[in-house]
């Protein structure tokens, strides 16, 4: 799963801005999307959910802007797992258009009991596939946004 496309689709009309391209607030609308698509991925889908009485909250993001997308373009979103526990995954999301990088998201995820409203590791089975889909990747560089931090760099 790790490289697969977790969401495609083109950019609808409501989502441009007076710039005339997809406005930074739709970017996170796009990634959060494919995030629901990883995570049903990973055996949360809604019946999960339920059964485990678990979900997943987002904890932190970060969101790089490195390409305009305008109007009707298509675009895909790709997902890595760069780290994980038991109750935490660190997942990195690429947006392509027209083949080139076009944004990145980092994000935190936690695992919630929504019984007690707090983390709690991952059920079994969702841990098992976090595992394989990491370990597909592992030994990979980690990608030039990584990691990142926002700062005025001084010469």
């Known amino acids: 799963m790790n490289q697969d ?4 689709q083109a950019v609808p009309s409501e989502w441009v801005d007076y ?4 406005n930074d607030a739709e970017y996170s609308r796009a990634f959060s999307l494919a ?12 019946d999960a959910r339920s059964r485990y009485q678990y979900t997943i909250y987002t904890l932190e993001t970060h969101l790089c802007y490195l390409k305009e997308i305008h109007e009707g373009a298509e675009f895909e979103i790709k997902c890595r797992i760069l780290d994980y ?3 935490r995954v660190h997942l ?12 990145t998201l980092e994000e935190m995820l936690m695992g919630i009991d929504q019984n ?21 990747k592992a030994s990979e560089d980690l ?4 990691g990142r931090t926002i700062g005025i760099r001084r010469k």
């Open 5 to 8: 496309i977790l969401l495609k």
């Open 19 to 22: 710039n005339g391209h997809m």
């Open 35 to 46: 995030t629901d698509a990883f995570i049903d991925s990973i055996g949360l889908h809604e």
């Open 85 to 87: 526990d038991a109750k």
């Open 92 to 103: 990195f999301l690429s947006m392509y258009h027209n083949g080139e990088l076009a944004a």
């Open 116 to 136: 007690e409203g707090r983390g709690a590791p991952f059920p079994e089975e969702v841990a098992g596939t976090i595992k394989v889909i990491y370990q597909e």
């Open 143 to 146: 990608p030039k946004q990584a």
